[in-house]
T-cell receptor, first 113, second 112 residues
Framework: QKEVEQDPGPLSVPEGAIVSLNCTYS??????FMWYRQYSRKGPELLMY????GNKEDGRFTAQVDKSSKYISLFIRDSQPSDSATYLC?????????????FGQGTILTVHP | DAGITQSPRYKITETGRQVTLMCHQT?????MFWYRQDLGHGLRLIYY???????DKGEVPDGYVVSRSKTENFPLTLESATRSQTSVYFC???????????FGSGTRLTVV
């Protein structure tokens, strides 16, 4: 079983829709939670990071963490065609593997005009 | 220029050859990573380093060697390249885990 499981998608939505991307994890040692966006043939780009349960908002993006359920989500409001990309959840370990970054499989999102 | 740089961007090599992928960062970040990205497998960790002279294996280390004698450099060597090592390789760095890591642009390696 993978430590991080991400809804694989792909996801196709109309412009203006609310998008929900989700990941679950099994390793209780994960301390930091983040979302990366990756455009085709580019490196992953950090979108949001957080370490506590609850919501963190940045413009049209909201990251949600529920440590008790080992579940994280990314919501995109008013989605735009420029949001079309692969979204990757990622988590950083604490403890003896402190700093190690583990990714979910990624979800391909297409926002069509 | 400040940032994280990978070289080369593209590389074609033959089976059995040794090849080294370079990663250089200008921030003096403690943590550096090597990932490979393949269709159907996502980003898989090869090796990572918490500081100079400290390295640790990731999920798929076999066939790869790393070294980190200087904080800013983290080269990845394929000792004897195989076709299964055809992939896109990404390097990343960060000060610590709390604010995530920054990725390079990737090296697209083809082993023929």
């Amino acid at each position: 079983q993978k430590e991080v499981e991400q809804d694989p998608g792909p996801l196709s939505v109309p412009e203006g829709a609310i998008v929900s991307l989700n990941c679950t994890y099994s390793n209780s040692a994960f301390q930091y939670f983040m979302w990366y966006r990756q455009y085709s043939r580019k490196g992953p780009e950090l979108l949001m990071y957080t370490y506590s349960s609850g919501n963190k908002e940045d413009g049209r993006f909201t990251a949600q963490v529920d440590k008790s359920s080992k579940y994280i989500s990314l919501f995109i409001r008013d989605s735009q065609p420029s949001d079309s990309a692969t979204y990757l959840c990622a988590m950083i370990s604490g403890g003896t593997s402190y700093g190690k970054l583990t990714f979910g499989q990624g979800t391909i999102l297409t926002v069509h005009p | 220029d400040a940032g994280i740089t990978q070289s080369p961007r593209y590389k074609i090599t033959e089976t059995g050859r040794q090849v080294t992928l370079m990663c250089h960062q200008t921030w003096s970040h403690s943590y550096m990573f090597w990932y490979r990205q393949d269709l159907g497998h996502g980003l898989r960790l090869i090796y990572y380093s918490a500081a100079a002279d400290i390295t640790d294996k990731g999920e798929v280390p076999d066939g790869y060697v790393v070294s980190r004698s200087k904080t800013e450099n983290f080269p990845l060597t394929l000792e004897s390249a195989t076709r299964s090592q055809t992939s896109v390789y990404f390097c990343a760095s960060g000060a610590d885990g709390s604010r995530g890591y920054t990725f390079g642009s990737g090296t697209r390696l083809t082993v023929v």
